[in-house]
């Protein structure tokens, strides 16, 4: 099974990718971190970032287990990320990995962004996850830990949002609150798709 989790950042799809990855028993992919994964490892030996053979060849040899979320959301990092990013080699690479890891067995969640139109539009389920742009700004501007302003960062989420939520016409949509998206998400699984709500584990909701 493929999940593909769509929507604009810091509205809260890594964690519903995550959660619902562990209660179904599939992989996860945070596909927001493979080109600062590829802009790091080339910081790291010293490579150019524009230097074409070499960025291809770390996108093929990408090993999402190892990765240092801590160290690949640093800023410099995501600087060095936006010139990888637009190495044409590398995004077909990144498509490619994307693809070959989200076909592997048992399958997998994907979260991120063109996931549900470009990546997998044949994916078996397809969700959209947003958040008021205020909610977003401020869990973005936590996660740098004052480093940010988080009134400049409220203006970059409204300048991308009608570019982002035009990929939500195909897919589920859910205005996403954390506390409640797993169990959204779940019921809307079984009742859209046939999937088991429960799949051998409980809702946490319904533990608890």
Do not use: W
């Not at 929507?7 to 596909?31: V, Y």
């Not at 637009?86 to 990144?94: E, G, N």
């Not at 203006?155 to 589920?172: E, F, G, S, T, Y």
């Not at 809307?188 to 409980?202: D, F, I, K, Q, Y």
């Amino acid at each position: 099974m493929i999940i593909a989790i769509d929507g604009p950042a810091a509205s809260g799809k890594g964690t519903l990718g995550k959660r619902l990855a562990a209660h179904f028993g599939l992989r996860h992919l945070d596909t927001g971190l493979l080109y600062r994964a590829v802009a790091k490892a080339l910081l790291d030996a010293g490579h150019r970032l524009d230097d074409v053979a070499q960025a291809v060849g770390v996108a093929r040899a990408l090993d999402p287990a190892r990765f240092d979320e801590t160290a690949l959301k640093r800023q410099e990092v995501g600087e060095a990320a936006s010139i990888v990013s637009a190495l044409p080699d590398v995004r077909a690479a990144l498509v490619t990995f994307q693809r070959d890891f989200g076909r592997s067995p048992p399958g997998a969640v994907l979260d991120g962004r063109d996931i549900g139109t470009v990546i997998f539009p044949d994916a078996d389920v397809k969700i959209f996850v947003d958040a008021a742009p205020e909610v977003r700004a401020r869990r973005r501007a936590s996660e740098f830990d004052g480093r940010v302003d988080e009134v400049n960062v409220l203006a970059d989420i409204l300048r991308r949002d009608p570019r982002v939520h035009a990929a939500a016409r195909d897919n589920i949509a859910l205005q996403y609150a954390i506390e409640h998206g797993l169990r959204r998400s779940l019921a809307t699984l079984s009742e859209r798709r046939g999937v088991p709500l429960a799949h051998g584990r409980r809702c946490p909701e319904e533990a608890s």
